[in-house]
C-alpha cells in the first residue's frame, strides 16, 4: 500500500501544479519543438520544468518490500527472498537538476522570475537534489557529489574527457553535503508554497533534514553492530564508514532542524 501510495504521490505532484492546457497556453511559437530558452522564457515553462524534476524524487528505495531480509523470510531451509535492497543511482537526474539550477539563474537574470519566485524556485531544486542524494548515500556510502553541469569536460569521443570523472566524496562528506542543501532550502524556501500543498516548503526541507541527519547519526554510533572488513579500501578510504565521534553532529542538527519545525506552532500529533 506504501509503494502504490508513493506512486500516486508522485504523479499528483507533476500534475498538481495546473493543468497541461494551463501551462500550454502561457507559451508561444511552435509547441511541436520546445527548447530550453523556450520553456524558462515563462513562469509556466520553468513549472514544467520543474515538475519533470519532482517526478524523479525516489520515494521507494528501502520500501516495505524491502525490509525482508533472507534470514528473515528462511522457512525450513527455504528462503523465500528474491531480491536485493535497490538504490537511487541516475546522474542523468542530477544533470537535470543542476541544468535547471542553471536556467533558473538565468531566467532571474532576465527577469522572467522576480527574487521571491527565484528563492523558492532554487530552494525546491535543492530539496530534490538532497533528496536524490539521501537515496544515494544510504546504500553506496560516498558517491560523487556533482552540482554543476559537465558539459564544457567533454572534449570528444577519442579523448579521455577526465573533467568527467568526479571522484566519490567519503561518507561523511556526502551526509554532509546533503544536510547543507536542505539547510539552503529551508532559507529559501516560504512557510506555505504559492503552488500548493504538493510543493516543498520550508517545512519540508526541515523533516527531511532531520530524517538524514538521524540516519546518519545512527550510522555513526552503530557501525559496530555490523563487522566491517578493514581490508577494502572503500572502507579504509572512509568512502563507505563514518567514525562515531561524527555522531555529534548529525544529532545535533536532527534535533536543532526537529525544533525548529515543533517550535513554530504550525504542526500538532
Partial sequence: MKRILSYIFAATIVLGFSSCDKIFDSLEGDLS???ADQLTATEAG???LMASIYAQVPMNPFAEAEKNTPHAAETSGDTAYSGGVSGFWSYTVMRDINSLIKALNEAKEKGTLKEEQ???YLGEAKFIRAYCYFGS???YGGVPIVTEMLDDQYEGDNAENAGLYVARSTEVDTWKFIINELEEAAGLLPDVHPGGVYRANKYSALG???RV???AASLCKYWDRAPIDSKYKAVQEKLTYMDKSDAKFFYDKCIKASEAII????FSL
Fill in 137 to 139: 548515500v544510504r546504500i
Fill in 33 to 35: 519543438k520546445m527548447y
Fill in 263 to 266: 517550535n513554530s506552532g504550525k
Fill in 213 to 215: 541527519a538521524l540516519w
Fill in 118 to 120: 527565484f528563492k523558492y
Fill in 208 to 210: 527531511l533534514e532531520s
Fill in 46 to 48: 520553468i513549472d514544467r
